[in-house]
């Protein structure tokens, strides 16, 4: 079977290993934040920066594949909305009450204080942090804007789906102008993900053993590539180090660039990890794919993106009580006990109970009737691939 059919049935092989690459991008996004200073010594050895980058290359892919059959811009519109507000609108109450308790709970100068929290919070809520030079925190939740990217992302690739003619050039321009040069240089990355979707369409016929020795040897290259191995990161250092004070000046005008100026090692990453999703089909067998480990993994998987967005403001809440108590080595552990456990629990009432938005966000769009979701695949029906 091929990965991607002519028929656009995505290998089950494939589908799997998508929600594993998601599932273990976040546990390393979650590692690198716990395993630190000030309750780890040093850092983890493989960098959870380089994890947004897989979560874009998936989200891109998934939204294309889950897409392409939809006729009806309400049906994609609501079936990102209900993806996205299920987890994000808990996430961000989560972190407003934990930020607040923080300030009652504990000692002044123990955690971070931000200004304006209420209004960083409707920033957030909109996804306008990061647009041309704001670079408005989400409170303590740092992963946060990641999404404030990608949601852009669906904007740009639902007006270039849905509509035509002058129309949509018009409204790409409008979205490109408002949104900015930052959010714009990472959209390479999820674009990746939707031509690596239609480039599995037609796959190359290589033998099976040839594409297992190929998946090794990108996954390899990709664990390499997170771990600070990248033949790009010269180059990407070369550019940044040109960028002073992190950002261009145009017409007079300063445009902050920030960390996207290292985008040719973010490419690299993408790419390693593209190849991988390529020939994922032929590397699960059948009785993998229907066996007992494939159904931990997308149980696992169906808690990620609450993961991804619930962890980093209960580490920063857990930090003053952890870092006093003088537990040691324990410490991280004990932290991420608890962090999984909050999560495992969260996320059954958040990424799992995604039917009352679809609901809402259709009788807002004026959709009546079943909702259409193109094609989907065995577990990632309405994940919207982020993260």
């Not at 996430?91 to 709970?105: D, I, N, P, R």
């Amino acid at each position: 079977m091929s990965p991607v059919g002519r028929s656009a049935s995505l290998h089950p092989g494939t589908s799997l290993y998508l929600d594993l690459a998601r599932f273990l991008a976040a546990v390393l996004v979650l590692l690198d934040h716990v395993f630190a200073p000030p309750l780890y010594a040093s850092n983890p050895a493989l960098a959870g920066s380089g994890a947004v980058d897989i979560f874009f290359v998936i989200s891109g892919f998934v939204i294309a594949y889950a897409s392409a059959g939809m006729t009806d811009w309400r049906d994609y519109a609501a079936a990102r909305l209900a993806r996205i507000y299920s987890v994000a609108l808990p996430a961000l109450v989560l972190t407003g009450a934990l930020y607040g308790a923080a300030m009652v709970l504990w000692a002044p100068g123990a955690q971070a204080t931000f200004d304006h929290p209420m209004l960083r919070l409707v920033a957030s809520m909109f996804f306008v942090n990061q647009i041309w030079n704001l670079t408005i925190a989400a409170l303590t939740n740092g992963p946060y804007w990641s999404l404030c990217y990608e949601v852009w992302y669906y904007l740009l690739f639902g007006l270039a789906m849905f509509t035509r003619g002058w129309g949509r050039i018009l409204a790409v321009a409008l979205v490109v102008l408002a949104v900015g040069p930052r959010i714009l240089l990472m959209l390479p990355l999820w674009l990746a993900g939707c031509g690596l979707y239609h480039l599995m369409k037609r796959p190359v016929p290589l033998a099976l053993g040839f594409q297992r020795l190929l998946f090794a040897g990108f996954a390899l290259a990709t664990i390499a590539a997170l771990s600070g191995i990248n033949p790009l990161a010269p180059w990407a250092d070369a550019l940044a180090a040109q960028l002073e004070r992190g950002g261009l000046v145009v017409a007079g005008t300063f445009i902050f660039i920030g960390a996207e100026a290292k985008l040719p090692r973010d490419a690299w990453v993408a790419a390693m990890f593209a190849g991988t999703v390529y020939f994922s089909g032929a590397s699960f067998s059948a009785a993998f794919v229907q066996g007992a480990m494939a159904r931990t993994i997308r149980t696992c998987a169906s808690y990620t993106f609450s993961l991804y967005l619930f962890h980093a403001p209960l580490l920063v809440f857990l930090l003053p009580a952890l870092t006093s108590a003088e537990l040691g080595a324990a410490a991280p552990w004990l932290a991420l006990s608890i962090i999984v456990a909050c999560v495992a629990l969260l996320g059954r009432y958040t990424e799992h109970r995604k039917g009352p938005y679809l609901t809402l966000a259709r009788r807002l769009l004026g959709r009546s009737g079943a909702a259409v979701v193109a094609r989907p695949a065995p577990s990632m029906q309405g994940t919207g691939g982020m993260p």
